[in-house]
């Protein structure tokens, strides 16, 4: 059973930094791809920055150049750096792993999510 844990939410002002971490049980199997979503209320769950096992990371256009994701392959964690955050940040940010069982068994798990308020 895979379990999926994040820590480091929380509410601050306008400016102000955050750094989410998501660490993943177990560790006999292969973690394809990290990554961390969110979703505010009223709207759907939204990419925020993600990892491939080896490629370079991908963000939304919303984050880039403030918001920075990072991966230890060894203690199967994935971080995100959020600095000069804004309200609408605002959200749950959930982290999501792809996990590979074998060539064509891949399976995506998810967090419980964590919630992070920036205030004006």
């Known amino acids: 059973q895979v379990q999926v844990e994040e820590s480091g939410g929380g509410l601050v002002q306008a400016g102000g930094s955050l750094r989410l971490s998501c660490v993943v049980s177990?560790?006999?199997?292969?973690?394809?791809?990290m990554g961390w979503y969110r979703q505010s209320p009223g709207k759907q769950r939204e990419l925020v920055a993600q990892?491939?096992?080896?490629?370079?990371?991908n963000y939304a256009d919303s984050v880039k150049g403030r918001f920075t994701i990072s991966r230890d392959n060894a203690k199967n964690t994935v971080d995100l750096q959020m600095n000069s955050l804004k309200p609408e940040d605002t959200a749950i940010y959930y982290c999501?792993?792809?996990?590979?069982?074998?060539?064509?068994?891949?399976?995506?798990?998810w967090g419980q999510g964590t919630q992070v308020t920036v205030s004006s």
């Open positions: 990892m491939g096992l080896g490629t370079s990371p």
């Open positions: 177990s560790s006999t199997f292969d973690i394809n791809t």
């Open positions: 999501r792993v792809i996990v590979r069982y074998s060539r064509d068994n891949l399976r995506q798990y």
